[in-house]
């Protein structure tokens, strides 16, 4: 079932609509997306964020709030692109701009890792080290721009292929689940958003996906029928609506 998702929260956020789609979906990425990986700011003030003019730059978990929105916005800006080197290490430049390192070490922001790191949820996997990200993230980019996915098991190969890789100093996991909601978008197919709750059954599907990817397919199964309820919410049976006119018609008797 095809839906342009991308479509309808680029025509919400230029028409201004209260109580939108858009505006949930903002606050509500940035809100998981972050606190996935330790932001300490709650649902409330993430709100508050999104809806304040100016806001102090006093906390690295300020700043990527507020750079998630502005990459969510440049994300919905260039839904159709291909993903290429470039284009992922312009995110990470959205992403980390303005940052202070919180290990106390001067971080790449905009470019991919210079030395070689095991960071983040795959902490026990031994991810790619510096020198091989260019091109093994190419070789990923290639196989994945050849066709249109659609399955669920399509983006959760993908998602655990770019987190082994682990291009970044720091951000891998939030430029990683944001292109799982870009080119859920670019194929036209419901995105979703992972859920700080479910963090546990998130961790454990990217370690365990290798011999289970189960695991990790089930979690972006839930994720995605989250999506679809929120989308519900706003446009009522809209879904079901579209479900019904794209069944094959039974022929005449």
């Known amino acids: 079932m095809s839906q342009d998702i991308a479509g309808i929260l680029i025509n919400e956020r230029a028409n201004h609509r209260s109580r939108s789609l858009y505006d949930w979906t903002q606050i509500n990425f940035a809100y998981h997306n972050n606190r996935i990986e330790g932001s300490m700011l709650s649902l409330g003030q993430t709100a508050q964020l999104y809806r304040a003019t100016a806001f102090n730059h006093d906390s690295n978990d300020i700043i990527e709030m507020q750079n998630h929105f502005r990459l969510f916005d440049y994300v919905l800006d260039s839904i159709d692109e291909p993903l290429t080197l470039d284009y992922i290490k312009k995110l990470h430049g959205i992403l980390k701009q303005g940052t202070i390192s919180r290990r106390g070490t001067q971080e790449v922001i905009g470019d991919f890792k210079h030395k070689n790191n095991v960071i983040g949820q795959l902490q026990t996997v031994n991810t790619v080290p510096a020198d091989q990200v260019p091109d093994q993230l190419a070789h ?106 794209n069944k094959p018609k039974q022929p005449r008797r």
């Not at 951000?171 to 709750?197: H, Q, S, T």
């Not at 961790?203 to 397919?217: C, D, S, V």
């Open 140 to 245: 990923l980019l290639k196989l994945w721009n050849k066709q249109r996915q659609t399955e669920l098991s399509d983006y959760a190969a993908f998602h655990y292929g770019f987190e082994r890789i682990h291009p970044f100093s720091d951000g891998n996991g939030r430029i990683g689940r944001m292109l799982l909601f870009k080119e859920r978008c670019r194929n036209r197919v419901i995105p979703f958003i992972l859920a700080d709750e479910d963090r546990p059954f998130y961790i454990r599907g990217l370690r365990e996906f290798k011999r289970t990817p189960g695991y990790l397919i089930d979690t972006f199964g839930n994720a995605m029928d989250q999506y679809a309820y929120a989308f519900e919410q706003v446009y009522g049976n809209y879904l079901q609506k579209q479900r019904n006119q």
